[in-house]
């Protein structure tokens, strides 16, 4: 299975900021997706990273939010941009390499707002 | 619009006996794949099973087995013999498989085991 690597692990940050969260993966993938876990809470997609083209939003997610890139398929990043207390979450980065096949996960990155 | 239901916050079972942790989900997709994951208070997301929709036979893996009721868009996981390493939180997720490939989650349950 895949191996990822997400980077950084967990961030403290300030209101009003934002903060890139890169997805590095060891092997070329198709599928590409970033994901957002709230406290207590389960898995919410929010978007399918594309190679070469805008990311795919999911009701409730917009580009200027959470802007994502995808230059090739092996990386990806997600910025969360102005952020906000109700950005707290742990950010999953996430792969899958068949339609028949499971997804792998990074370890996530654990973001508090202060 | 695809939708993955798990009705069980919270599970007991008690340590050697099997469990039942419950999915319904809805798609008008003729084409699809249900998983279930664990994830321990760790974090980490650790793929268990794999059915897909055409799959003529229930799913097994180990001690994981996927119950799966097509007509009655079900895919229950059982897990048997159940171990105190099996306390965490199960989710169930479908993917479609011609709606570019996005999986979605259910709210997912929380597995406790006693000794």
């Known amino acids: 299975s895949a191996v990822i690597s997400q980077k950084p692990s967990r961030d403290i940050c300030q209101r009003g900021t934002s903060l890139t969260i890169q997805c590095q993966v060891d092997?070329?993938?198709?599928?590409m997706f970033w994901y957002r876990q709230q406290p207590g809470q389960s898995l919410t997609l929010i978007a399918t990273?594309?190679?070469?083209?805008?990311?795919?939003?999911e009701s409730g997610f917009v580009i200027d939010k959470f802007p994502i890139s995808r230059p090739n398929l092996t990386f990806s990043t997600l910025t969360v941009s102005n952020m906000s207390p109700e950005d707290s979450s742990i950010y999953l980065c996430s792969v899958a390499t068949g339609g028949d096949q499971p997804q792998h996960f990074g370890d996530g990155t654990r973001l508090s707002i202060l | 619009a695809q939708k993955i239901t798990q009705t069980q916050p919270g599970m007991f079972v008690q340590e050697k006996e099997a469990v039942t942790l419950d999915c319904t989900y809805d798609t008008s997709d003729p084409s699809y794949g249900l998983f279930w994951y664990k994830q321990p208070s760790s974090g980490e997301m650790i793929f268990l099973i794999y059915q897909g929709s055409y799959d003529q036979q229930n799913a097994t893996e180990g001690r994981y087995s996927l119950n799966f009721q097509k007509a009655r868009k079900s895919a229950n996981l059982v897990i048997s013999a159940s171990q105190l390493g099996d306390s965490a939180m199960y989710f169930c997720a479908m993917r479609e498989i011609t709606g570019g490939f996005k999986t979605i989650f259910g709210a997912g349950t929380r597995l406790f085991v006693k000794a």
């Open positions: 990273a594309n190679q070469g083209s805008e990311a795919t939003y």
């Open positions: 092997s070329q993938v198709t599928m």
